[in-house]
């Protein structure tokens, strides 16, 4: 610490064929070298164009280069072998100790030169010299990669005092840009939600109202022969829909994601999940999904019990077991992929091991408590009697076509999130930060809202139309969402993202098709007990014999 280098030479090396393609290769594919010191990133500044203006970190630096010598027309490839360092501290008065505020680097593509034999107890370089004192300041003449090529990597270290606080030396890496894009994203988002909720009030206000009171004042009068609309079908509204055990499935898993969003995001708005702490959002949400099993098991197994089933231990297995199952195998398929690249990024057996057993040894034991506890409490009643024999549904017109309600359903929900879902897949996939989660949470929020009402909404008009099979359809209205968002996920992939590799591809879509499931999962529970409410509030309003 504070021990200044200069010209310090690390090491000689001649490229062999092999190694010299190797570098080409990640060359081309823009690698980037990363490092860490005392927990803070390597970054690159990059100086804006209105020179007022803090720099843009970029994580990391390039490999190497390619470019052309002047008057030639052939493209070469260039290595970065000499790094400046500078490393920043903040001295504290008291103590007189110092801490480290900023990493970063300025890579040079330098051919080193040296006098007469190389000498590795004592190198010296022409070309580099701190004797006398002779840095390097550019890439003039830059060292080529070639099969033979000597190359000699050297490295400087310069600290300089900062009177950046320790407690905020993230601040920088951390610096938004384009906080009003997200601004912009939010009002767009709330001009949906506003919109949605006119409907949704001018429907339960006004329509509901003139028919709630109408049908009641029907009764009384005797004149309840000719019954229409949403009424006529109370004999059937709560009949239990086909494939009723994997809804139920399908709701408590939903549950337990939505419960792992909520606290994840309480805990990153509070502070307690920066980018400072590598892979802590990562650890947090898995240990919450393993935690909210007990909510997945109670929820499936009220639902299950309100459809008078009996057999709770299998919904119970199914809901332990089948969400993570799908995303345990495509995630086990890539990690696969991962391991066959040799890549450093591949998940090793201790941590899969490590993950099976929360899966196995805390989550399905929740589940289970939490759907003995679910069947154990009375069943759900029902506010109106469900008929002995289904009636009729009569032909409906295309627009009530439920295909075509289903993917109309999924627009909204979509268009309230678009626009921060850009800024997600950005922080992911281009090695940016992202730790807005105020914003997130609004957006979450919106999400929420737009979810329930238009499920309403398509549910009232299919109601009126006197097609009573609601279950699978409110899940799959809202749920719809998620087939938007894996297109989107696609043309985001072919417009913004340059990944020619095979397996580079698969994991980006690997990964972007547990993200739709997930979020499938957790719109569709949404719209569900959003229209279980307010089919329940609704029939238990008017006056039925």
């Avoid at 231990?313 to 690249?341: C, D, E, H, Y």
């Avoid at 969402?481 to 020619?500: G, N, Q, R």
Wanted: proline share 4%; with cysteine; charged share 15%.
């Amino acid at each position: 610490m504070g021990d200044a280098k200069m010209c310090n030479v690390l090491c000689r090396k001649t490229l062999d064929s092999k190694t010299a393609k190797a570098f080409k290769e990640k060359i081309d594919d823009e690698y980037r070298v990363n490092m860490i010191l005392d927990n803070l990133p390597l970054v690159v500044p990059i100086q804006r164009l209105d020179q007022e203006s803090p720099p843009v970190y970029q994580l990391g630096y390039h490999v190497g280069l390619k470019g052309q010598y002047s008057g030639s027309k052939e493209e070469k490839y260039f290595i970065h072998n000499h790094l400046s360092f500078i490393v920043k501290y903040h001295k504290d008065p008291q103590s007189n100790s110092a801490r480290i505020v900023g990493f970063e680097v300025k890579p040079f593509s330098v051919k080193h030169a040296y006098e007469g034999k190389w000498n590795d107890e004592k190198p010296r370089l022409t070309t580099c010299d701190p004797h006398t004192r002779h840095t390097v300041v550019n890439s003039n003449t830059p060292q080529e990669v070639e099969d033979k090529a000597e190359i000699i990597f050297t490295y400087d270290v310069e600290f300089q005092d900062s009177d950046v606080k320790w407690a905020s030396r993230w601040d920088a890496y951390l610096l938004m840009t384009d906080d009003q894009i997200h601004w912009f994203s939010i009002v767009n988002s709330l001009m949906i939600v506003l919109f949605l909720s006119g409907m949704v009030a001018m429907i339960m206000l006004r329509t509901l109202y003139r028919d709630i009171s109408k049908y009641n004042e029907l009764e009384t009068q005797e004149e309840a022969q000719e019954e229409t609309g949403w009424k006529l079908v109370h004999g059937d509204v709560f009949r239990p829909p086909s494939n009723s055990d994997l809804l139920c499935v399908y709701v408590g898993t939903g549950v337990q994601f939505f419960g792992m969003i909520l606290v994840t995001m309480i805990f990153a708005i509070l502070g307690f999940l920066s980018p400072s702490n590598r892979g802590g959002l990562m650890t947090a949400m898995l240990l919450l999904w393993v935690f909210m099993g007990i909510f997945a098991g109670y929820a499936s197994t009220r639902l299950y019990k309100m459809f008078k089933g009996t057999e709770w231990k299998k919904i119970a297995l199914r809901t332990a077991v089948m969400f993570p199952g799908v995303v345990s195998a495509i995630f086990f398929v890539l990690n696969a992929l991962i391991w066959g690249q040799k890549s450093s990024g591949a998940v090793p057996f201790g941590t899969m091991f490590a993950l099976i057993f929360l899966w196995f040894g805390i989550s399905v034991p929740l589940v289970f408590v939490g759907s003995y506890i679910g069947f154990k409490k009375p069943a759900i009643e029902d506010p109106v009697k469900t008929n002995k024999i289904p009636r009729q549904i009569p032909e409906q017109a295309w627009y009530m076509n439920p295909a075509f309600s289903i993917l109309i359903g999924g627009i909204l929900p979509f268009g309230a999130v678009f626009i921060e879902l850009f800024f997600i897949l950005t922080s992911i996939w281009l090695n940016q930060f992202y730790y807005i989660f105020g914003f997130l949470f609004l957006v979450f929020a919106i999400l929420l809202v737009t979810c329930a009402e238009i499920t309403i909404v398509l549910c009232y008009f299919q109601l009126c139309s006197e097609d009573y099979l609601w279950w699978w359809r409110s899940y799959l209205t809202s749920g719809s969402s998620a087939l938007y968002l894996f297109l989107y996920a696609t043309f985001y992939f072919f417009t913004k993202l340059e990944i020619t590799k095979l397996v580079s591809g698969a994991l980006y879509f690997g990964y972007m098709l547990i993200a739709s499931y997930a979020f499938f999962v957790l719109t569709g529970t949404i719209g569900f007990y959003a229209c279980l409410w307010f089919t329940r509030l609704i029939y238990s309003s008017v006056k039925i014999d």
